[in-house]
């Protein structure tokens, strides 16, 4: 009997014949060649109705041999059978149960990856949540940025509006130019991490969508999976796929199944730390830039307080100069109208002299004389021309000083005005437009 390589499950039976093959049994014909045989030469060739003894023997040894020799290999093929049937019975169920543990190993394992898909799906959405909040105070700020540029240019452009000589590019305009620059800065600044922070938003989304794709597909595979460990050979819904066992093109290992997985969580965890960093960098940007635009606001508005200061120091200064100026040139007015008066004064007895002198002259003959009346009053004359030049002189030397104060007090008034018109500009153009810069949780864009 052949031998199977299929373990028995239980002791063949018994035997009735040992395995083994019957020895030929050669029997003699025995010939129709005798005197009394039916055989003649004209019947040469065939066969007469009777048989002898020995070929009916011979014949029903023949058909019990074969009957034993049939019955003999129909025992065999009936053992070998229930044999077979047994060992493939066995074979069959240590397959199925080998093939259920099997999907249930791979069900763990799929539960595995799927939880950890689903663990980072979740990680993304919540970090790209977060960095979707930063991106709208990076857009606040933005935003916030506006009014203090606005206060900044206005503010230059307001103290274009100083006269001469307070037209002067002082401390407080290098300040705003060094705070329209820094806000320009900023803005740039702000405006390329927006656009980093939207382009890694939309990095961390694909990653999402490739984990949550991954993720279907292993939770139809488990689905798919679990039916398959759920089947029995009690199931009413199997049936025969004979083409079911070719493998697909397509199909892919169970190391580059794994890998691609891992390629996935590895990818989308490696931006969701990037989102991470980004996050952070972020922070210290909005942290920074209002610090910064806080700190030249106060540097702006320091050098506008000091410039006040300078500013009404130079015009209380001015105005106290004026002050002085208006009663010089008082005392001066005076001072003319007394010289004019003097003036005056001296044309009566210049007259008088003169009249006499006049009169005199007219003397006749020898009392035409120079005596020493005529000496004096030529003497008197002299002396009032030289003081009516002496006053004249200083007439006009006290009229050109007060010409001269008038022009100061012009010029003072002028400047004064002009002190006055800076001062108005800085304090209440300037300074009051300052008062609307905004604080630094809406320079940092909490608001």
Request: a negative charge; one cysteine or more; hydrophobic letters at 35%.
């Amino acid at each position: 009997m052949a031998q199977t390589d299929v373990l028995l499950t239980k002791q063949p039976a018994p035997q009735t014949v040992p395995p083994c093959e019957l020895p030929p049994k050669l029997y003699d014909v025995a010939r129709n060649t005798g005197a009394h045989t039916s055989a003649g030469l004209a019947t040469a060739g065939f066969r007469t109705a009777k048989y002898l003894v020995d070929e009916w023997f011979q014949n029903c040894y023949a058909s019990y041999h074969q009957a034993f020799a049939d019955r003999d290999q129909s025992e065999r093929q009936r053992h070998e059978s229930r044999q077979l049937a047994a060992e493939t019975e066995a074979l069959a169920q240590r397959t199925q149960e080998d093939s259920t543990r099997k999907v249930g190993e791979r069900l763990q394992d799929m539960h595995c990856w799927k939880s950890e898909l689903q663990r980072e799906v979740g990680e993304l959405v919540a970090e790209t949540d977060l960095l979707l909040a930063q991106k709208l105070r990076l857009e606040r700020a933005l935003d916030a940025t506006a009014i203090p540029f606005t206060i900044a240019t206005d503010n230059l452009q307001c103290r274009e509006r100083r006269q001469h000589p307070d037209l002067v590019r002082d401390h407080v305009e290098m300040e705003l130019l060094k705070e329209a620059e820094l806000i320009r800065n900023i803005q740039e600044l702000l405006k390329r991490t927006i656009k980093q922070a939207v382009h890694q938003i939309r990095l961390n989304r694909e990653h999402k969508e490739l984990c949550e794709m991954d993720w279907s597909d292993k939770v139809d595979a488990y689905n798919i999976d679990e039916t398959c460990a759920g089947y029995t050979n009690q199931s009413t819904e199997v049936q025969f796929h004979p083409h079911s066992t070719k493998f697909e093109e397509s199909a892919s290992m169970p190391e580059t199944w794994a890998r691609f997985t891992q390629e996935n969580l590895q990818r989308a965890e490696r931006e969701r730390l990037a989102s991470f960093n980004l996050r952070g960098l972020i922070d210290c940007i909005l942290r920074d830039t209002s610090e910064d635009l806080r700190l030249q606001c106060d540097s702006v508005n320091l050098a506008f307080g000091r410039r006040l200061e300078e500013l009404e120091d130079a015009r209380h200064k001015l105005q106290h100069h004026l002050n002085k100026t208006l009663r010089e040139i008082s005392d001066q007015e005076h001072n003319v109208a007394e010289l004019k008066l003097a003036i005056r004064n001296k044309e009566l007895p210049l007259k008088v002299a003169q009249t006499r002198l006049y009169q005199r002259s007219q003397r006749p003959n020898v009392e035409l004389c120079r005596d020493t009346a005529q000496f004096r009053l030529v003497s008197e004359v002299e002396e009032l021309n030289s003081s009516l030049a002496a006053l004249k002189e200083k007439l006009l030397e006290a009229e050109q000083s007060l010409h001269n104060l008038e022009d100061t007090r012009m010029s003072l008034e002028k400047d004064i005005a002009v002190k006055t018109n800076s001062i108005f500009i800085d304090s209440q153009k300037c300074m009051t437009h300052r008062a609307r810069y905004p604080t630094i949780l809406q320079l940092a864009g909490y608001q």
